[in-house]
């Protein structure tokens, strides 16, 4: 099996390139998330570890594995274990698809940046592996036994259960645009300043708000809520353990980053023509730096939110997904499905 | 040995092995996570079959939806003791002993007949396993059927509240 | 093995299907068969939970180790635990997860609407909307029977 041997390597030297990415990114972020809630809140911040505190992260990540792993005595081992690994690695995995740029061509082959961002069913992967991932928080919540941790888990589920459904239905209005799911033809779609936002600003909208409740971001930190929770579904974890779940936190705010930008802000199409031929690595590498730009974009909006918004309560949140956002994601499929056959 | 043959071979063991674990797990929450494996191996074997729209709809609603209410059932009734829901010898286990040989025999017979190959799946089937080839057939030759499905959920959810109400007041 | 993805494309130009021949097109200029295009799809996931577990591995490995019994009790704010935190909680969530399975299959029929609703023509948007709107009266019902009241 030669070919299958080489489509193994490829995908093997791409997926240690993307976890590089992944964490490098998570820890870039929780950087940031540091100094921008200084800024807000008229502190300095991290600054004593490297300059400007740059290490920081590198330092945390070290002071998390050297860290003692306690677990109560009460606590289900095996599931106690199992789910931050099914926090991490689903955050991980959701990754096979996302193209960070088109493509390059060495000697007639051409190479996608992405592990498999042309699979036909692209997007549908990406929201199938985030309902999957609530079993991460759930099992957390469950085999602690702890009754902080238990809440916190089944609010976390709860909520992003309900988000789920709005998220799903808010995407519907893009694929009846695009009428495809594989992500690399959706972004093929958006060339020029052609963004699909630009004509599902309700769904963009929508998306948006379900977004931050599926990466339990304030507004939408229920299952954290400090004061009722102590720290939700990860009070009874320390060490890596518990930096699983923060890196996991991380790369799921990266992912709905990515996934924003790919669907609604046209990925990594660079709207003018800069002059490079296709398959270039030149222009594969400016089309990389041009999505990442995007991406930051939207990862420093998500912490901006979460320094300025204060939380809801959670009747509040339930409501909002059920009672608000649910039929107005229906309104925007009902509305582009009338335009379409009106106009298109 | 062919991609689809091997890849069949790997997710077969472990789709019936997490299968087995689900129904002689005494831990209800042991069952649960097994049963998500076994959609995850499902999903993967339909992959085999070249049905990509099928696979990922196995792990969106059976391992994502589906599932999800189980695992909160399970903690909602709090299954603490869980000896007394192991069964007695009675009439059922016998039929269904009795089935599973017959489904057993049915097996062999088919596998000793034809033995399974990658040539087996037509080349249509690339086609018919896509967003797009389902969604045509859906509506066009299947209205009805889905219009069905509408009137079903709708009778879902009013079973549900009803349930749930009662227990309430 | 070999597929022939052209006799696919010629097949689809057949259906009027023009948006699918993006990732048939790749698979006919790679050569490979749908499963193929998988599996790196499949190696990430299995990489994803292999890098999540030798993070696990990392920190039980290489974490302190000095337990004691009060460290190991739960925690509960410093007090002495009450009862026990496998509780039956209220049946709210029940009531949310079931909602959310009948909506979730009501969107999984959606996305192949989607998709293919500009070569579907009218007949299949009206009986889409007749979906919807059956769908929304069960939304209704639920809404104010109180089904999703959170207080």
Not at chain 1, 112 to 126: D, E, H, K, S
Not at chain 1, 133 to 154: D, E, R
Not at chain 1, 204 to 233: H, K, Q, Y
Not at chain 3, 2 to 20: E, S, V
Request: glycine share 8%; net charge neutral.
């Amino acid at each position: 099996m030669p070919e299958i041997g080489w489509i193994l390597v490829e995908a093997g030297v791409k997926a240690v390139f993307i976890v590089i990415l992944i964490l490098s990114a998570a820890a870039v972020s929780v950087y940031a998330e540091r100094r921008v809630s200084a800024i807000i809140q008229l502190r300095l911040g991290p600054n004593r570890v490297g300059p400007f505190g740059l290490l920081q992260p590198i330092a945390d990540v070290f002071k998390l594995f050297w860290k003692e792993d306690v677990v109560p005595k009460a606590a289900d081992m095996g599931f106690h274990r199992l789910a931050p690994v099914i926090s991490l690695g689903i955050a991980i995995a959701v990754y096979a698809v996302i193209p960070f740029a088109h493509y390059i061509e060495i000697g007639g082959t051409k190479y996608y940046f992405g592990i498999a961002p042309n699979v036909n069913i692209g997007l549908l992967y990406i929201l199938a592996m985030t309902s999957v991932s609530v079993y991460g928080i759930t099992l957390a919540g469950w085999s602690s036994n702890n009754k902080y941790s238990l809440f916190g888990g089944l609010r976390s589920s709860a909520q992003m259960i309900s988000y789920e459904l709005s998220m799903g239905l808010s995407l519907i209005g893009v694929l009846m645009i695009t009428g495809t799911l594989s992500l690399n033809e959706i972004v093929l779609q958006q060339s020029g300043w052609g963004w699909n936002v630009f004509v599902q600003p309700l769904g963009f909208i929508i998306f948006l708000v379900s977004s931050f409740a599926e990466t339990n971001r304030t507004p939408f930190d229920l299952p954290e809520a400090e004061p009722e929770l102590v720290g939700g579904f990860n009070t009874e974890y320390s060490g890596m353990k518990f930096g699983m779940f923060f890196l996991a936190e991380y790369a799921n705010m990266a992912t709905a980053s990515a996934f924003i930008v790919l669907v609604y802000f046209g990925g990594w199409q660079i709207p003018f023509d800069i002059g490079l031929g296709a398959g270039s690595i030149a222009l594969a590498l400016v089309q990389f730096a041009w999505f990442l730009a995007k991406v930051i974009f939207f990862i420093l909006f998500f912490i901006w939110v979460r320094w300025t918004v204060p939380r809801f309560r959670y009747d509040q949140l339930m409501n909002l997904g059920w009672k608000v956002l649910l039929p107005l994601a229906i309104l925007n499929i009902v509305i582009t499905g009338v335009w379409i056959m009106i106009f298109g | 040995m062919s991609l689809t043959l091997l890849l069949f071979l790997i997710l077969g063991v472990l789709s019936i092995a997490s299968a087995i674990v689900t129904i002689s797990s005494r831990n209800p929450v042991v069952s649960a996570m097994a049963l998500v494996l076994h959609f995850f191996m499902l999903s993967g074997l339909y992959l085999t079959l070249q049905a990509q729209f099928v696979a990922v709809m196995q792990i969106l609603v059976y391992a994502g939806a589906i599932m999800v209410l189980v695992v909160f059932v399970i903690m909602l009734l709090n299954l603490g003791d869980e000896k007394k829901l192991s069964e007695k010898w009675n009439i059922r286990r016998i039929v269904a002993i009795l089935f599973a040989f017959v489904l057993a025999i049915q097996f062999i017979s088919i596998y000793i007949t034809n033995l399974p190959d990658a040539a087996f799946i037509p080349e249509s089937a690339a086609f018919n396993g896509t967003v797009q080839a389902i969604g045509t057939d859906l509506f066009t030759n299947y209205l009805v059927q889905f219009e069905a499905i509408a009137v079903l959920l709708l009778a879902a959810i009013v079973g549900a509240l009803l349930l749930a109400k009662r227990k309430i007041t | 093995m070999h597929i022939n993805h052209l006799f696919i494309n010629q097949k689809l130009d057949k259906f009027g299907i023009g948006l699918y021949r993006y990732s048939n097109n790749y698979l006919l200029e790679k050569n490979i068969t749908v499963l193929e295009s998988y599996l790196p799809l499949i190696f990430m996931v299995v990489f994803g939970f292999v890098v999540a577990l030798i993070f696990l591995i990392l920190s039980e490995w290489l974490g302190a180790r000095r337990s004691t019994a009060g460290k190991k009790t739960t925690y509960e704010s410093g007090m002495e635990p009450v009862g026990t935190a496998r509780e039956r909680f209220s049946i709210k969530f029940y009531m949310v997860a079931v909602s959310f399975i009948v909506f979730d299959i009501e969107v999984v029929f959606m996305y192949p609407w989607a998709v293919q609703m500009s070569q579907l023509g009218l007949t299949a948007f009206i009986s889409m909307m007749v979906f919807i709107i059956i769908l929304l009266a069960g939304l209704y019902y639920e809404i104010k029977k109180g089904g999703l009241k959170w207080d």
